[in-house]
């Protein structure tokens, strides 16, 4: 194994915390990737992981090693893309939130993998909290405001949003012209994957509420213009979901109010299968945003995506 090839090895042993797992990621015998850095640690003459029988960790010297072989192997993958107009290439690992990614993303792949075709992409799918080094991921594509973060982050989209009911729902509580109409409603309730709290709901005004409704000034990262006021509704729930899918079934069935981007529910509002309440007092706009590791910055295949993905929402017209 070339120097080049040990250094990805032990890249992957410092970010899985193992050598059993990065010999199956790299479809490799657990005594190469053992022996790889052996022979690491004996050339630099230094200890580069901790072992234990549970757990592997970097050394100092090791950490300090390891965030240069990542600078490394990206400039090796820039060298090579300078000559002769070079694409990027090898494995990127990206993961999407499911509902956007099928609306807007995947049905776009074609021409992404038609411009890059040495670039193979794994796309995995879920909106939980992932540890992007230890798993291996480039990338995440993510809704909604962003929690503080060690990671790059890089606004792509905003998307308009709308509150709504089903029919039934609204025969029999009634349909609201103010959000200080809601009380007596319920919503379905939406659990943050960050918090397990429910969110509330959210209507942008420039006028103040009642005691039903908390008043906020605009977050910079909502999207809402920042002399709006954003007012938090909590209403009671009979139904809460972590899911999207569900969320707007949920709604369907009658179970309560929602907010969603709009795209997700064109298809029911023009069908009348769910209706648009509150249209003057609109939720401030969801954000879309791609996240990546500050060590993934250099990486010319996260670049790439990342450009793609931008260029992708502005001509749908959803960036902000």
């Avoid at 410092?14 to 479809?27: G, I, K, P, Y």
């Avoid at 015998?29 to 592997?56: G, W, Y």
């Avoid at 107009?85 to 609306?103: C, F, Q, S, Y």
Wanted: proline letters at 8%.
């Amino acid at each position: 194994m070339d120097r080049i090839d040990a250094m990805r090895v032990f890249i992957r042993v410092v970010e899985q915390r193992s050598f059993t797992q990065t010999a199956q990621e790299l479809n490799l015998p657990r005594s190469t990737v053992t022996d790889a850095i052996k022979q690491l640690e004996k050339r630099l003459n230094v200890r580069l992981l901790q072992r234990t029988t549970r757990h592997v960790s970097a050394t100092l010297d090791g950490e300090a090693y390891y965030q240069r072989c990542l600078r490394i192997i990206a400039d090796i993958e820039d060298a090579e893309m300078a000559f002769d107009h070079a694409k990027p290439r090898g494995l990127l690992r990206i993961d999407v939130h499911g509902t956007l990614a099928r609306h807007f993303v995947l049905p776009q792949l074609p021409d992404f993998i038609a411009q890059y075709p040495d670039i193979e992409l794994f796309i995995s799918e879920g909106d939980r909290l992932v540890d992007l080094i230890r798993e291996g991921i480039d990338g995440v594509l993510r809704v909604g405001n962003l929690q503080d973060s060690d990671m790059v982050a890089r606004r792509v989209a905003l998307l308009p949003q709308v509150t709504c009911a089903s029919p039934q729902y609204l025969l029999r509580h009634g349909t609201p012209n103010h959000p200080d109409q809601l009380y007596g409603h319920q919503m379905v309730g939406f659990r943050s994957s960050a918090t397990g709290g429910l969110m509330p709901l959210e209507f942008s005004s420039r006028t103040k509420s009642n005691n039903h409704a908390k008043a906020t000034k605009a977050p910079p990262s909502s999207g809402a213009p920042p002399s709006a006021k954003i007012l938090e509704v909590k209403l009671p729930t009979v139904l809460s979901v972590t899911g999207a899918e569900s969320f707007v079934s949920s709604a369907r069935l009658g179970l309560g109010i929602i907010q969603v981007p709009r795209y997700h529910i064109a298809p029911d509002l023009l069908a009348g299968t769910l209706i648009e309440i509150l249209p003057e007092y609109a939720p401030p706009p969801m954000p879309v945003s791609f996240l990546y590791p500050y060590n993934r910055q250099l990486s010319p295949r996260v670049r790439i995506f990342s450009d793609w993905l931008s260029q992708l929402f502005l001509t749908a017209g959803t960036n902000g």
